[in-house]
């Protein structure tokens, strides 16, 4: 039962800052979901849950996608994303775990700094932001702050980045759900998650434009991080 709170309360949590910012979810709820769960279920659930956050979230946005800007994007995803899944599935639940907590504090530092890196442009960075977010994707569920870094450097107005990250957000989703497959929880858990999804959404929904942006963006780094670091802590200490 007390698993079954947590889980809700994890995917609820990141389904409303996902709303509140348009991205987000997987830095949240990864994580949180890897401890709760293991690293392999609980980053194929973050990853099955950020896609259907991303399809609800781009049903307003679509016509302001950039699809030529996109194509470099998802196809070096799609190139990547089973690299990250057959590096997943290779390693012991401890190695992941380091391998997990690194990554997601690597990103979190990376968005947070905002790092601009003149190489980082055109369709060659594309390539490479693509890439590393597929790969990051599959193997920790948290593709996007590569594509986050694109964007900063490439100058997009945070109008036009949400439509697209959250485009790039289910393209990479559901190639990573195609070679990962499907995180093995019973029909309870899947209820639960849906239906703490479903009122994150509503609660994100209902305080849109009432919190301050700044202030958002950096509890969603903080939460990212701690998650990040006690998973580092937790493969560490099983090695």
Known sequence: MAGEVALALVVAV??????????????????????????????????CAGGVVSCAGLVGGWRRVRPRDMVPFVAAAVCTVPVGTWTATRLSEPVLMVVFGSLVCVAVGLVARGARMPGLGGTGGAVVAGGAGGFMNAAAGVGGPPFSLYAV????????????????????????????????????????????????????????????????????????????????GKGVWGL
Do not use: H, K
């Open 153 to 232: 450097n490439a100058g997009w107005p945070m109008r036009e980045f949400v439509p697209n990250a959250q485009f790039y957000g289910v393209v990479v989703n559901v190639v990573s759900v195609a070679s990962g497959g499907l995180p093995g929880l019973g029909a309870r858990a899947w209820a639960v998650a849906g239906g703490a999804l479903f009122v994150g959404a509503l609660v994100g929904r209902g305080l849109a434009g009432r919190v301050p942006e700044r202030g958002m963006r950096w509890l969603v780094l903080g939460l990212a991080l701690v998650g990040g670091v006690v998973a580092l």
């Open 14 to 47: 990141a389904g409303c800052v996902q709303w509140l910012t348009g991205m987000g979810f997987a830095l949240v709820a990864a994580p949180a979901l890897a401890l709760l769960l293991g690293p392999a279920d609980g980053v194929l659930l973050a990853i």
